[in-house]
Structure formats: C-alpha cells, structure tokens
Nanobody
C-alpha cells in the first residue's frame, strides 16, 4: 500500500512562495507511477493543480496555476514537490498529493480525482492579502 505524506504548508502573504513536499513510502516503487497535486478550498470541491509523469518529462497544470506553480520529483528520494510562486489569496486551500495505481504516464484524465488510488492527508496553505 502506497502511503503519501504532504508537508510544507503554512501561512504566507500574497506574492510570496511556498514549496510543498510529498513523501511516498510502501507499495509499488515510486518511479512506477505518476504523481499529482489537488487542492480543496473551503466549501468547494477538490480541484486539480498539477501532475507529473514517472520520469518527470511530462507535466500538466490547472489553468489557475499555470506559470506560477511548478511540479517536480526525485525518484531517488521518493519525493515530489510543488513550488508555488506568486501566491494569491484564492490559492488558500488544503493541498493533497495523489497517485494512481500503476500509471506511470499522464495518459489518463489527470484532472479527475476518481483516477487516483492513493491520497495523502493534506497540508493547509493559507494566503493572506
């Protein structure tokens, strides 16, 4: 069973940056699956943020974060990151790391939470204006 643990959330002012981490353990090798980030603002549905293939060569981003957020990974460290620059108050949410079972490429509907089998517990990001 793959376990995902997010960290790095916090309270920041608008315009500042944060880097979230997603540490994986157990189950399949980290390099055998894609990784994604979702977020859930207060009172709203879970929203796709970014996804990365097993090699890191392919990435995909939600429209609201393109050009500001960057997803990357290091398979040797079993870790993926989400670098968030130019944060805005509307980025306030609980951020979740997710992984699909046995899908190394981004050849599925990356924005659909139903495609993911493993989820972390989430980390809170709050951006003040």
């Amino acid at each position: 069973q793959v376990q995902l643990v997010e960290s790095g959330g916090g309270l920041v002012q608008a315009g500042h940056s944060l880097r979230l981490s997603c540490a994986a353990s157990g189950g399949r090798a980290f390099s055998s699956y894609a990784v994604a980030w979702f977020r859930q603002p207060p009172g709203k549905e879970r929203e796709f943020v970014a996804a990365i293939s097993w090699t890191g060569r392919s990435t995909d981003y939600g429209d609201s974060v393109k050009g500001r957020f960057t997803i990357d990974r290091d398979n040797a460290k079993n870790t993926a990151w989400l670098q968030m620059n130019g944060l805005k108050p509307e980025d306030t949410a609980v951020y979740y790391c997710a992984a699909p079972r046995a899908r190394p490429l981004l050849d599925y509907d990356v924005a659909s939470p139903d495609e993911y089998d493993y989820w972390g517990q989430g980390t809170q990001v709050t951006v003040s204006s």
